[in-house]
């Protein structure tokens, strides 16, 4: 679905990513790990077009991203769940989630809309004419994640979803994770909360100092106590 090849990119003058390459298959979940500083961000806005390319290529089913702007990205099926959640605070819940949405562009499997976002956050919907910025972290990140999930994508991106939430809230973030997961969504998922990763992901990648440095699935991380020692801390 996703190939990066050798992806270098900067953030100012700072060079972050140093020759990145990693897959990310169909109806999956990819976690990318790693310890602050290490380029997960830049990686994630970079391949939403939020960040330039300096070398290296991105495709998404055949089509290079690489000089494409954001929005022309988002058009060929990519959403993102931003690192802060960025809600919109002067907007209601549900006019924050029918902004960007946008009709099933391949008419394939069951279409995202606000009843099915509803049924799957039902505080969502209790709230819906609330305004965003009257709402929990918690709720606010269920509300970015329902409005990424209503452009109809064929990939989620999901940037820190459980960063500065409660470890209850955290837990339920994960459930949806895997619930969507579960549905054949494709997701990209950058954490550092290492089991939130690892319980979510099929396949995981840990980005160090912008180089993949370990690629296996969970289960194999699970077994390599040195790597997450070394790398993760953990």
């Given at each position: 679905m996703l190939d990066v090849e050798k992806l270098e990119a900067y953030r100012g003058q700072s060079y972050v990513l140093q020759g990145v390459t990693m897959q990310v298959p169909d109806a999956a979940c990819t976690t990318v790990l790693g310890r602050n500083g290490m380029g997960k961000t830049t990686m994630i806005r970079t391949l939403m077009g939020l960040n330039p390319v300096a070398s290296g290529e991105i495709r998404f089913d055949g089509t290079v991203l690489n000089r494409l702007e954001p929005n022309q990205i988002a058009r060929l099926g990519l959403a993102l769940v931003p690192q802060g959640r960025h809600v919109f605070p002067s907007l209601s819940v549900e006019e924050n989630m029918t902004l960007g949405a946008r009709k099933n562009?391949?008419?394939?499997?069951?279409?995202?809309?606000?009843?099915?976002?509803?049924?799957?956050?039902?505080n969502l919907k209790e709230r819906r004419r609330n305004g965003?910025?009257?709402?929990?972290?918690?709720?606010?990140?269920?509300?970015?994640?329902?409005?990424?999930?209503?452009?109809?994508?064929?990939?989620?991106?999901?940037?820190?979803?459980?960063?500065?939430?409660?470890?209850?809230?955290?837990?339920?973030?994960?459930?949806v994770i895997r619930l969507l997961r579960d549905q054949k969504l494709s997701i990209f998922l950058v954490?550092?909360?290492?089991?939130?990763?690892?319980?979510?992901?099929?396949?995981?990648?840990?980005?160090?100092?912008?180089?993949?440095?370990w690629s296996g699935s969970a289960a194999d991380l699970e077994q390599a106590e040195d790597v997450r020692r070394m790398h993760l801390g953990v």
């Amino acid at each position: 679905m996703l190939d990066v090849e050798k992806l270098e990119a900067y953030r100012g003058q700072s060079y972050v990513l140093q020759g990145v390459t990693m897959q990310v298959p169909d109806a999956a979940c990819t976690t990318v790990l790693g310890r602050n500083g290490m380029g997960k961000t830049t990686m994630i806005r970079t391949l939403m077009g939020l960040n330039p390319v300096a070398s290296g290529e991105i495709r998404f089913d055949g089509t290079v991203l690489n000089r494409l702007e954001p929005n022309q990205i988002a058009r060929l099926g990519l959403a993102l769940v931003p690192q802060g959640r960025h809600v919109f605070p002067s907007l209601s819940v549900e006019e924050n989630m029918t902004l960007g949405a946008r009709k099933n562009p391949d008419g394939q499997g069951e279409p995202w809309t606000l009843e099915r976002i509803y049924d799957f956050f039902p505080n969502l919907k209790e709230r819906r004419r609330n305004g965003a910025g009257q709402l929990s972290g918690g709720e606010q990140q269920m509300l970015a994640i329902g409005r990424a999930l209503m452009t109809n994508p064929q990939l989620i991106l999901m940037d820190e979803p459980s960063e500065g939430l409660a470890p209850v809230i955290v837990q339920r973030v994960g459930e949806v994770i895997r619930l969507l997961r579960d549905q054949k969504l494709s997701i990209f998922l950058v954490e550092q909360n290492y089991r939130l990763g690892v319980d979510s992901g099929d396949y995981i990648h840990i980005l160090s100092k912008g180089v993949v440095v370990w690629s296996g699935s969970a289960a194999d991380l699970e077994q390599a106590e040195d790597v997450r020692r070394m790398h993760l801390g953990v």
